[in-house]
Nanobody, 118 residues
Framework: EVQLVESGGGLAQPGGSLRLSCSAS????????MTWVRQAPGKGLEWVSA???????RYADSVQGRFTISRDNAKKTVYLSMNSLKPEDTGVYYC????????????RGQGTQVTVSS
């Protein structure tokens, strides 16, 4: 059974930082691209970042230069380090199997809430 479990969300002040983790099991993690997507209140899913099996990375323009995606294949975990957080980064963050164009909403975890507010 495929499982993706996100953690690390919480409340941060504008300009602050958070690090999200996504622990994976039930599939061959090492050969899959992984993606982070988010959903702001009242809006649809928005692609945020992806990391390939070769560790190549891609970012949405809105987070470029502030967020860093990484992976630890030994731990089957993908991370999203978020710096210089803005109120518009608020939302539920999900990790999903797949890259920027191949991730699927039905292959994502339960999400972790990120709230950026003073």
């Amino acid at each position: 059974e495929v499982q993706l479990v996100e953690s690390g969300g919480g409340l941060a002040q504008p300009g602050g930082s958070l690090r999200l983790s996504c622990s994976a099991s039930g599939f061959n993690f090492n050969v899959e691209a992984m993606t982070w997507v988010r959903q702001a209140p009242g809006k649809g899913l928005e692609w945020v970042s992806a990391i390939g099996a070769d560790r190549s990375t891609r970012y949405a323009d809105s987070v470029q230069g502030r967020f860093t995606i990484s992976r630890d294949n030994a731990k089957k975990t993908v991370y999203l380090s978020m710096n210089s957080l803005k109120p518009e980064d608020t939302g539920v963050y999900y990790c999903a199997i797949g890259g920027r164009k191949t991730w699927a909403a039905d292959r994502r975890g339960q999400g972790t809430q990120v709230t950026v507010s003073s």
